[in-house]
């Protein structure tokens, strides 16, 4: 296994695998009541002190704990009560949902996508989040923003929203059957209110959607293409964020890809994608995507912060189209150490099933150039003989190398592989808040 060093360490040389020839609980008790007055029969008079008395400072007082609108309590209550009990019924209920918000209002068929379910699903779950978290000050702001994106994907001002709370609550009714306890209606409706007014500010607040022109497609192979857009205006995002994209072949259907590399002074955007079983966006992007189309890219969001001067070491394991990620990571840090920022030794491990799959190791060993804080590791499942890679899957490959008990580690690539390495660094002692990754959406591609 290589070992990455700190410049002017001693003696560990760096060694980069070539690629392949490829391509206090809130109070609710009422206010004590106040001590009755007591009356003097006789005026008192009392003489002033021959001394002056010193000056006594008042003890410091607590802050007054908030108020608490029990009527908010309540609503957020009641949502997480109910949901809690319907929840695996969600695809039925978001399939109900759709049905009686396309038949209250009609016009908002043509927001959704042609196959409207899993739209009408995510909407679904994030309006419930932010319902079920209108009386906790601490998740309101995230599940609202979580809600905006969707409402801006999907286009839907404020005039849709008496239909879309009718409609929630109508098909939530409808699966709750006895759960529905008198007085439901009441604090849906208040929860639904309470979500809509931040999500809406939220939505207003969003980076505007820029569109992009794609001026390259590579099709690496049958399930895997390059593909580089030119945005109309320079999209910005850090070093391993995602941006939404939605291309013309799938209108509606937002998704989300991460360009792989850190920020160009160009402005261009680079995304490697491979062809999911089942995946309407993805299968059309590798196959269909043709120069010149045009695209819309929303605002960039998640990714992973890496610390460059911290004192453990990084491990960055990737599989497949992950490799974006740990390439875009990599490249901001080879920036870093350029500025004079004294990087922490790095080793990235990129996996992937078939050599096709390594297109991004001449990119990293370019990078490695010079550069002794950074070893990068190419793993191949389909070429045991290749002696320039690892053999095995790269779960394989880094359980095998381990262990990583003093690394800081990120994980880059499906929810699978995701999974999958982190479950061997903790079976090998990794603490779990010492492992990095961006959550997964599902959106099928």
């Given at each position: 296994?290589?070992?990455?060093?700190?410049?002017?360490?001693?003696?560990?040389?760096?060694?980069?695998?070539?690629?392949?020839?490829?391509?206090?609980?809130?109070?609710?008790?009422?206010?004590?009541?106040?001590?009755?007055?007591?009356?003097?029969?006789?005026?008192?008079?009392?003489?002033?002190?021959?001394?002056?008395?010193?000056?006594?400072?008042?003890?410091?007082?607590?802050?007054?704990?908030?108020?608490?609108?029990?009527?908010?309590?309540?609503?957020?209550?009641?949502?997480?009560?109910?949901?809690?009990?319907?929840?695996?019924?969600?695809?039925?209920?978001?399939?109900?949902?759709?049905?009686?918000?396309?038949?209250?209002?009609?016009?908002?068929?043509?927001?959704?996508?042609?196959q409207a379910d899993p739209a009408a699903r995510r909407l679904l779950?994030?309006?419930?989040?932010?319902?079920?978290?209108?009386?906790?000050?601490?998740?309101?702001?995230?599940?609202?923003?979580?809600?905006?994106?969707?409402?801006?994907?999907?286009?839907?001002?404020?005039?849709?929203?008496?239909?879309?709370?009718?409609?929630?609550?109508?098909?939530?009714?409808?699966?709750?059957?006895?759960?529905?306890?008198?007085?439901?209606?009441?604090?849906?409706?208040?929860?639904?209110?309470?979500?809509?007014?931040?999500?809406?500010?939220?939505?207003?607040?969003?980076?505007?959607?820029?569109?992009?022109?794609?001026?390259?497609?590579?099709?690496?192979?049958?399930?895997?293409?390059?593909?580089?857009?030119?945005?109309?205006?320079?999209?910005?995002?850090?070093?391993?964020?995602?941006?939404?994209?939605?291309?013309?072949?799938?209108?509606?259907?937002?998704?989300?890809?991460?360009?792989?590399?850190?920020?160009?002074?160009?402005?261009?955007?680079?995304?490697?994608?491979?062809?999911?079983?089942?995946?309407?966006?993805?299968?059309?992007?590798?196959?269909?995507?043709?120069?010149?189309?045009?695209?819309?890219?929303?605002?960039?969001?998640?990714?992973?912060?890496?610390?460059?001067?911290?004192?453990?070491?990084?491990?960055?394991?990737?599989?497949?189209?992950?490799?974006?990620?740990?390439?875009?990571?990599?490249?901001?840090?080879?920036?870093?150490?350029?500025?004079?920022?004294?990087?922490?030794?790095?080793?990235?491990?990129?996996?992937?099933?078939?050599?096709?799959?390594?297109?991004?190791?001449?990119?990293?060993?370019?990078?490695?150039?010079?550069?002794?804080?950074?070893?990068?590791?190419?793993?191949?499942?389909?070429?045991?003989?290749?002696?320039?890679?690892?053999?095995?899957?790269?779960?394989?490959?880094?359980?095998?190398?381990?262990?990583?008990?003093?690394?800081?580690?990120?994980?880059?690539?499906?929810?699978?592989?995701?999974?999958?390495?982190?479950?061997?660094?903790?079976?090998?002692?990794?603490?779990?808040?010492?492992?990095?990754?961006?959550?997964?959406?599902?959106?099928?591609?």
């Amino acid at each position: 296994m290589p070992t990455a060093t700190r410049p002017g360490a001693p003696s560990a040389a760096t060694t980069v695998l070539p690629a392949a020839t490829t391509d206090a609980p809130p109070a609710d008790a009422s206010p004590a009541d106040a001590p009755p007055t007591t009356a003097l029969a006789t005026p008192v008079t009392v003489p002033p002190p021959t001394t002056p008395l010193p000056a006594t400072p008042l003890p410091a007082q607590e802050p007054a704990a908030p108020a608490v609108d029990l009527v908010v309590v309540r609503a957020g209550e009641a949502v997480r009560a109910v949901w809690s009990r319907v929840a695996d019924c969600e695809a039925d209920l978001a399939h109900w949902f759709g049905a009686l918000l396309f038949s209250l209002a009609p016009r908002l068929r043509e927001h959704f996508p042609t196959q409207a379910d899993p739209a009408a699903r995510r909407l679904l779950r994030t309006t419930v989040t932010a319902m079920s978290a209108v009386d906790r000050p601490g998740e309101l702001p995230v599940a609202a923003g979580a809600l905006a994106r969707e409402l801006r994907a999907l286009d839907l001002d404020e005039a849709a929203d008496e239909a879309l709370g009718v409609a929630l609550i109508g098909a939530v009714r409808e699966f709750a059957g006895d759960l529905w306890a008198p007085g439901a209606d009441d604090a849906w409706v208040r929860a639904f209110s309470l979500a809509a007014a931040p999500a809406r500010e939220a939505a207003a607040a969003l980076p505007g959607v820029v569109g992009a022109t794609v001026v390259s497609h590579r099709r690496l192979s049958w399930d895997l293409a390059v593909v580089e857009v030119e945005p109309d205006v320079a999209v910005p995002f850090r070093a391993g964020q995602s941006v939404t994209v939605e291309i013309p072949q799938r209108p509606r259907l937002w998704r989300h890809l991460t360009p792989a590399g850190a920020p160009r002074a160009d402005g261009r955007l680079e995304f490697h994608v491979r062809a999911v079983d089942g995946g309407w966006v993805s299968r059309s992007l590798v196959a269909h995507s043709r120069c010149g189309e045009r695209w819309r890219i929303g605002p960039a969001e998640g990714g992973t912060v890496v610390d460059p001067g911290a004192e453990r070491e990084l491990l960055v394991v990737a599989g497949g189209t992950g490799a974006s990620v740990a390439l875009a990571l990599c490249e901001d840090l080879v920036g870093q150490a350029a500025a004079g920022v004294d990087v922490r030794p790095t080793t990235v491990m990129v996996g992937g099933r078939t050599p096709e799959d390594l297109h991004t190791l001449d990119r990293f060993a370019d990078l490695a150039v010079g550069e002794p804080w950074l070893a990068v590791v190419g793993v191949c499942e389909s070429d045991p003989l290749d002696t320039e890679l690892a053999p095995g899957s790269v779960v394989d490959a880094v359980a095998r190398s381990g262990p990583w008990l003093e690394h800081d580690v990120v994980v880059a690539g499906s929810p699978a592989m995701t999974r999958a390495t982190t479950a061997a660094l903790l079976v090998d002692g990794t603490p779990l808040d010492r492992i990095h990754y961006d959550p997964f959406t599902d959106d099928g591609s």
